[in-house]
């Protein structure tokens, strides 16, 4: 090896050893989360991956769904939305660093352009266009999350992993490798006096007093004297079914839809009479 050789190879070697510790000194500033450590109002305990994979198959995740996780952490539960259930997903997380790493992971997935990570306040972010929520909250975080979840489009899922919404009860409830995840679907506010008419020939009025509890419904049918209970009153998301029996005897059974401050659907009597109806809050 001639003069020239050696010198270009010793500057080479110099590079390389002036290289080195810079190299390594950013691999270990390199953020990497570590289990328990605290957050705003909460730590990071990261959910199982089949914990994930049953809150995402009971929320019946599909490619047109847009799921947001309150309390996103490292993204998994983003990430797996995006991946392999193929909806546009948001993550939700207050640390600054921790979103960053888990747009980071989003990225590695190969889903950055379907799974996004927002830093912010899960309080002070919107999520209304939202069809699913999840999240991995305290119960006391739930709670005060509660009345923007109910206040959301009806028909929008919600899922936690380990607690619950108090007295809000559960639509369903499924345990995984010792782990619970509880499901809700958003009800329409169908509480107060309603005015129904029904069509099919008759043109009959009724008036209709429901009461609610969350998705628990019960009430009577207002006709004339005679206050006639509701059976088999059902809410699920915007879609509602109730039944009474007429002063005829003729038992009557409704299925419809709410919208706003209106509801219609269709009727049947137990006597072969079927008809559409509609009905007003008043």
């Not at 953020?31 to 049953?54: A, L």
């Not at 809410?235 to 039944?243: A, E, M, Q, S």
């Amino acid at each position: 090896m001639n003069s020239a050789s050696t010198t270009r190879v010793a500057l080479a070697l110099a590079c390389a050893l002036a290289i080195a510790p810079a190299v390594a000194q950013q691999k270990n500033d390199e953020y990497h989360p570590q289990v328990g450590q605290s957050g705003k109002d909460v730590i990071w305990v990261p959910t199982p991956d089949e914990v994930v994979d049953r809150m995402l198959t009971m929320a019946q995740v599909k490619p047109g769904d847009t799921v947001y996780d309150l309390g996103a952490g490292d993204g998994k539960i983003a990430i797996a939305a995006a991946k392999k259930f193929g909806a546009r997903s948001y993550g939700v997380e207050y640390n600054p660093d921790m979103a960053k790493y888990a747009q980071t992971n989003a990225q590695k997935a190969g889903v950055a352009g379907k799974a996004t990570i927002i830093n912010g306040d899960i309080f002070a972010t919107d999520f209304s266009k939202a069809t699913v929520i999840t999240m991995y909250l305290l119960p006391s975080l739930n709670i005060k999350l509660r009345p923007t979840l109910l206040q959301m489009r009806p028909g929008t899922r919600v899922v936690s992993h380990s607690f619950t919404m108090d007295d809000w009860t559960p639509d369903e409830t499924s345990s995984i490798s010792g782990r619970q995840a509880y499901f809700w679907i958003v009800p329409a506010n169908v509480n107060g006096k309603w005015s129904v008419e029904l069509s099919g020939g008759s043109g009959e009025k009724v008036d209709l007093v429901i009461d609610q509890r969350f998705q628990k419904i019960e009430g009577w049918a207002q006709l004339g004297q005679v206050q006639a209970g509701l059976r088999e009153a059902l809410l699920r998301g915007p879609d509602i079914h109730f039944f009474y029996v007429d002063q005829a005897g003729v038992g009557r059974s409704f299925t419809g839809r709410v919208d706003g401050g209106r509801m219609e659907g269709s009727f049947r009597g137990d006597n072969g009479t079927e008809g559409r109806w509609t009905a007003s809050k008043r």
